[in-house]
């Protein structure tokens, strides 16, 4: 938690202006003005016999100019991307030490010793099963969360109490008969379609610890007991 409200290096030397715009000089390029001074010295000492005819000049100089310009728009949109990948990284270090949601069975829970997330039921089902797993894997609590129709369901659980929607489920009662102490579970999700039972997808809620800046532009949220997440696969911001 020591990264909580600071910005990985790497971001910060990824927007530093010495290097974006550091560039190697190119002492090859032809320039608008040693254009001109060639054409002229073509002028001067061309035959006089057999001079340029003037249609060639302006097909050269019609040429030089629309290089210069996709050479100028291209320049443009590069300092446009630049401008906006920079932007992009700003606002997503406003990030850190918020919460977001993104799809996965792991979570720890947090400073009120909660997890929260969502299951998605993508279908009406007779019953779905809720099973929480410990940081080692083992079963530790399995719930039944009776029929339920199409949604995504929100919930809350704290170790004790179990709320969906909104709703305390009054019926939930730890299996262990004790709340289960703060820590880092997995959340898994089933329901029953006729004589199967079909995983549902989840998702949980991490606090963003840091943001990293990689190659491209691509942006990635470092989020509390899961890790690297790219913040196109976040689902909500909380």
Request: hydrophobic fraction near 35%; aromatic fraction near 6%; glycine fraction near 8%.
């Amino acid at each position: 938690m020591n990264n909580v409200n600071t910005i990985s290096n790497s971001v910060l030397s990824e927007l530093s202006s010495q290097k974006r715009y550091e560039q190697d000089p190119k002492d090859n390029e032809l320039g608008q003005t040693a254009f001109l001074e060639l054409m002229i010295a073509q002028l001067n000492n061309q035959d006089p016999l057999s001079p340029k005819e003037n249609g060639e000049f302006i097909a050269q100089l019609a040429q030089f100019s629309s290089v210069e310009g996709l050479e100028r728009l291209n320049n443009n949109f590069d300092n446009f991307a630049t401008s906006f990948t920079s932007n992009q990284a700003l606002q997503a270090s406003s990030l850190v030490g918020r919460s977001v949601t993104v799809p996965s069975e792991t979570g720890v829970t947090d400073m009120n010793g909660v997890i929260s997330g969502v299951i998605e039921v993508p279908e009406s089902t007779g019953n779905v099963t809720m099973q929480i797993l410990d940081d080692k894997g083992a079963l530790v609590d399995e719930i039944n969360l009776g029929a339920q129709p199409a949604q995504d369901m929100v919930f809350r659980w704290n170790g004790a109490q179990l709320e969906l929607n909104g709703q305390l489920l009054e019926s939930y009662v730890p299996a262990s008969g004790e709340a289960l102490p703060p820590g880092k579970y997995t959340i898994r999700a089933s329901a029953s379609q006729g004589a199967e039972q079909i995983g549902l997808a989840t998702s949980v809620s991490a606090n963003v610890n840091s943001v990293t800046l990689g190659n491209g532009g691509a942006i990635t949220l470092n989020l509390a007991g899961i890790g690297p997440v790219s913040i196109e696969d976040v689902k909500q911001f909380n």
